[in-house]
């Protein structure tokens, strides 16, 4: 009975053991804003909600400091700083997402409005892009105070449905 009882702790402890993986996920902002030289705080709340939802599906999130850029060589540069810390921080995925700004005489706030938002999937292990999408036309209703918490879950969840194409 002895045998039959460590045999079956040995096998819950297994199986247990195999639940406990998951992937592990970092994530960079980049803003393009002309109007500012600081992280904007609409970055700041997409950037939470990002991290919250990823940690909704199951992932271990880590994200690099958000950043401002206004160039390609820019963004290439912060990319790559990004992944290096990814990679440092044994994550699975690294996720460069892009919020572009622009300030219109419709412009309703102090700040400029979300337009676009790029974002790129990459493989830490092999260096391979997964996917690279952007969501435009995004229309911000700032007389609704959950609005950019409903684009940035819009945005997890475009992101994880390509992670799941992928593994397929």
């Keep these: 009975m002895g045998n039959f009882k460590r045999l079956s702790i040995l096998t819950i402890l297994f199986f247990a053991g195999s639940l406990c993986f998951c992937n592990q996920i970092s994530f960079q902002i980049v803003q393009h804003d002309e109007s500012v030289d600081c992280v904007s705080e609409d ?3 997409i950037e939470d909600s990002v ?4 940690f909704e599906y ?8 958000a950043a401002i850029s206004d160039s390609a060589t ?5 990319y790559k700083i990004g992944q290096g810390d990814a990679f440092n921080g044994f994550s699975d995925y690294f996720v460069q997402i892009k919020l572009y700004y622009e300030r219109t005489e419709n ?3 102090s700040t400029s409005d979300l337009y676009e938002i790029d974002f790129i999937i ?3 292990k092999d260096g391979k892009k997964i996917a690279a999408k952007s969501i435009k036309d995004i229309k911000i209703d700032r007389t609704k105070k959950n609005n950019l918490a409903k684009v940035s879950s819009d945005l997890v969840y475009e992101i994880n449905k390509a992670l799941r194409a992928y593994k397929a």
């Design 43 to 45: 970055s700041m709340v």
């Design 107 to 109: 412009t309703l706030s």
């Design 74 to 78: 820019q963004d290439e540069k912060l």
């Design 58 to 65: 199951g992932f271990i999130v880590t994200n690099s400091d």
């Design 122 to 124: 990459t493989s830490v």
């Design 51 to 54: 991290l919250n939802n990823f």
